[in-house]
Nanobody, 127 residues
Framework: QVQLVDSGGGLVQAGGSLRLSCAAS????????MGWFRQAPGKEREFVAG????????HYADSVKGRFTISRDNAKNTVYLQMNSLKPEDAAVYYC????????????????????WGQGTQVTVSS
């Protein structure tokens, strides 16, 4: 069956960095666009970053532009989220998600477009 395994979360001081990983199995990874979402306590799950299935297209939430970078390695069936200059407001559970898409460049930003989800990894940022 399809599995997305998120990892790499942890506790970091404000201004620090973390790299999240999401390892996919049970699906043709290169046929899926991938996204990262996050959910803080009491808030809706929100889009953070996405990458097209070819890797040629990326999209970021305004709140993370210039600080976060999404990338993928189709040979390893893995998507990454490099998070730099972390702020306390970045603290949340981060989820990766997979979107089966026909497009090589489109990145979806809405939750309903994604077919599979990881279990989440906690990111805590101390001030």
């Amino acid at each position: 069956q399809v599995q997305l395994v998120d990892s790499g979360g942890g506790l970091v001081q404000a201004g620090g960095s973390l790299r999240l990983s999401c390892a996919a199995s049970g699906l043709p990874f290169s046929s899926y666009a991938m996204g990262w979402f996050r959910q803080a306590p009491g808030k809706e799950r929100e889009f953070v970053a996405g990458i097209s299935k070819s890797g040629s297209g990326t999209h970021y939430a305004d709140s993370v532009k210039g600080r976060f970078t999404i990338s993928r390695d189709n040979a390893k069936n893995t998507v990454y989220l490099q998070m730099n200059s972390l702020k306390p407001e970045d603290a949340a559970v981060y989820y990766c998600a997979a979107d089966r898409t026909w497009s090589a460049v489109v990145v979806q930003t809405t939750r309903n477009e994604y077919d599979y989800w990881g279990q989440g990894t906690q990111v805590t940022v101390s001030s």
